[in-house]
């Protein structure tokens, strides 16, 4: 794995020597279930699948508390992040019209980094601070969504956006998420991917400074003005939201390989793939976040002082992936999430 251990030193390097706080590390899937406590909070089944990681006060009507005073575990790396994170699943539809849910693995960035606990797929957890006393940490019971679960057309790609790999072990993930114009695409890769996929979803960074949730879970927050975010934003906030946040991006990785025969594929020559909400073109994309770091954890890792690219990013407390493994949470929607299927799981919104 050297090779990775040097292309990773030069993106770190790169992205160190600017100052940058990223706090990074990977969660394990705490659940795959059909729940959403933030869109549709109570409901059991909700319509479409979620993967979910994080802390163990998940469930269908998690209170809009401080969550971090209720979960006893978390699957993250950083042992005082009780927050939960959550998108849609990826499903393969064959020809024969059967779906199979797309596998994801560990991000490629943790193969090296000893608080990994990104075992069974899962998501990689990315918290951005352009430097010390630049970004306020979320407060206990904020929760916010990006994306449009509705969108079917190109709209924001620095947002929410899908790597197509150009070859196995990653090949290709060399450039910042969502700013590669050759392989980052905002829509599903229209060809098979030789390596899989990688997905990345960008919340705001802009709040209204007292807020902690809106109706619709995404106006008490904004993109900047100069348009929205990027990697690595540092751009102005609009004066209705003027607090400027940690920049919270998540990466997924699927492996699309095993679904790379194209005598599989329609026989239109579109692409096979869906998102667990019914939407074929992928622009639905969306995320779902609950806060729940414990005490000033987060604060003090958005508030290094010199840079730092890590899961202990201002001297977090980790913990080791035995540790994580034990923190499950018993499933209340009991339905197989692993077979092939006629439909897809629940009433997703359209075909
Ligand atoms: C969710 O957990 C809370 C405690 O955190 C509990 O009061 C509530 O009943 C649980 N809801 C479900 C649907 O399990
Ligand atoms: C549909 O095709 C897939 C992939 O070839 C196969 O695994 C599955 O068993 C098929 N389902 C049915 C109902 O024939």
């Known amino acids: 794995m050297l090779w990775s251990t040097l292309v990773l030193a030069a993106v770190v390097d790169a992205q160190f020597m600017q100052g940058l706080n990223h706090l990074r ?8 279930e059909r729940l959403d406590p933030l869109v549709d909070p109570g409901r059991m089944p909700t319509p479409h699948m979620h993967q979910v990681v994080g ?8 209170p809009s508390t401080d969550i971090s ?8 790396g950083p042992a005082d992040d009780f927050s939960n994170y959550w998108t849609a699943n990826i499903y393969f539809r064959a020809r024969n019209g059967s779906y199979k849910r797309v596998p994801q693995v560990p991000n490629r960035f943790l193969f090296n980094d000893r608080f990994t606990t990104q075992t069974s797929g899962g998501v990689t957890v990315y918290y951005i601070s352009p430097g010390k006393g630049k970004v306020t940490a979320f407060k206990p019971g904020f929760r916010m969504f990006t994306g449009d679960v509705m969108n079917r057309a190109p709209k924001y790609k620095t947002q929410s956006c899908f790597r197509c790999y150009s070859g196995p072990n990653f090949g290709g993930d060399d450039a910042a998420p969502c700013t590669d114009n050759k392989r980052d695409f905002e ?39 100069a348009g929205p975010s990027t990697f690595l934003s540092t751009g102005n906030c609009p004066s209705s939201h003027p607090v400027k946040i940690p920049q919270l991006m998540l990466e997924i990785v699927w492996d699309t390989t095993k679904f790379n025969n194209k005598a599989e594929w329609p026989t239109d020559g579109s692409q096979p793939f869906v998102l667990s909400t019914g ?16 005490g000033d954890a987060l604060q003090r890792a958005m508030d290094v002082a010199n840079g730092c690219f890590a899961a202990d990013c201002g001297n977090q407390k980790t913990q080791d992936i035995t ?9 209340t929607v009991r339905e197989d999430v692993d077979g092939w299927f006629d439909k897809l799981p629940g009433t997703p919104m359209e075909k």
């Not at 590390?25 to 795959?32: D, R």
């Not at 802390?55 to 998690?62: Q, R």
């Not at 005073?69 to 993250?76: E, K, M, V």
């Not at 890769?189 to 400074?209: A, F, H, I, M, Q």
């Open 69 to 76: 005073q209720i979960a006893t575990c978390t699957t993250c």
């Open 55 to 62: 802390g163990n006060a998940f469930n269908a009507s998690m």
């Open 25 to 32: 590390f990977g969660c394990s899937q705490i659940t795959i």
């Open 279 to 294: 939407d074929t073109t992928g622009y639905g994309q969306h995320g779902d976040y609950v806060f729940g770091w414990k």
């Open 323 to 331: 540790a994580a493994n034990k923190c499950v949470i018993k499933k």
């Open 187 to 225: 829509g599903f890769p229209k060809e098979p991917c030789p390596g899989g996929w990688r997905s990345n979803v960008l919340y705001p960074t802009c709040w209204d400074g007292k807020n902690l949730d809106s109706p619709n879970h995404k106006d008490h927050v904004a993109y900047p003005t």
